[in-house]
């Protein structure tokens, strides 16, 4: 079992932007999956949005990020990033799940999503939100 965390950022329509710029910075590999490769499209015109992408360098270096929504609030400066914690074992991210729940706020069931057999988001009581999921592969169709 493995498990490990990683920076996740926010932003509103520039994380394609920052993503790329973080590639240049730190080298590696960078991957961009859009609201509408996943058809999970909240506003026709965020479908070339980020849901997820990230850069994986090498070095060890490894940061996530994606485009809010514009139906969720969002403002720079103001929930700026998660936490994610990914791990191999289901079993193992579902115990962590439960630990940190404990007076949290679920923002996300954990639960299975599109991308991933387990995912799920929460803030926890210290106002830090935690994205944590089992880790696949990514294919683009």
Known sequence: ???????????????????????SVFGGELTVVT?????????????DQVMWGQVAAPNGFRVMAYDVPAARPWSRGDDPFFLSVRGDDGAEISALWERLAVGATVRAPLEPAQWSPL???LTDRFGVTWVLDVAVAYSPA
Do not use: C, K
């Open 119 to 121: 995912y799920g988001m």
């Open 1 to 23: 079992m493995t498990v490990t965390s990683t920076t996740h950022l926010n932003f509103r329509g520039d994380a394609r932007e920052a993503l790329e710029f973080y590639r």
């Open 35 to 47: 609201y509408a490769q996943l058809g999970s499209v909240p506003d026709p015109a965020e479908a």
